[in-house]
């Protein structure tokens, strides 16, 4: 079972995360997706919450990743962590507008 919220900015990503907490989700199962990768990778190490990596995505789709467009990607991750492929390409289009979207599983 997952959780999917949509948020625009980072303040309201923090909120959501804070709801999510409790919730009863921890930080490590709260995934944080933004379009640019920097930026994505930053608001995920300065909210301690997990990003998806080998683990969730096994080794031969992380590879897989260096080859990819970034919607791909994305779409990939979002999968691995519970989303299907209608799920994921709508959220991929949240993103495309500058939004953030937290899918905690």
């Known amino acids: 079972m ?5 948020v625009e900015n980072v303040v309201q990503a923090k909120g959501a995360i804070e709801e999510l907490t409790r919730e009863g989700y921890t930080e490590k199962q709260i995934y944080i997706f933004a ?3 920097h930026f994505s ?3 995920t190490d300065a909210t301690n919450t997990q990003d998806v ?6 080794l031969v789709d992380a590879l897989g990743n ?3 467009s970034r919607g ?3 779409r990939d991750k979002m999968m691995a962590v519970g989303l ?3 799920e ?5 289009e949240e993103l495309d507008k500058g939004r953030l979207v937290l899918i905690a599983s």
Not at 88 to 92: G, H, I, S, T, W
Request: aromatic share 12%.
């Open 53 to 58: 990596g080998i683990k969730e995505q096994g």
């Open 72 to 74: 791909d990607e994305l």
């Open 2 to 6: 997952y959780t999917t919220k949509v």
């Open 84 to 86: 299907n492929q209608a």
């Open 88 to 92: 994921a390409n709508r959220y991929e």
């Open 35 to 37: 379009h640019d990768k």
């Open 66 to 68: 260096f080859f990819r």
């Open 41 to 43: 990778e930053d608001i």
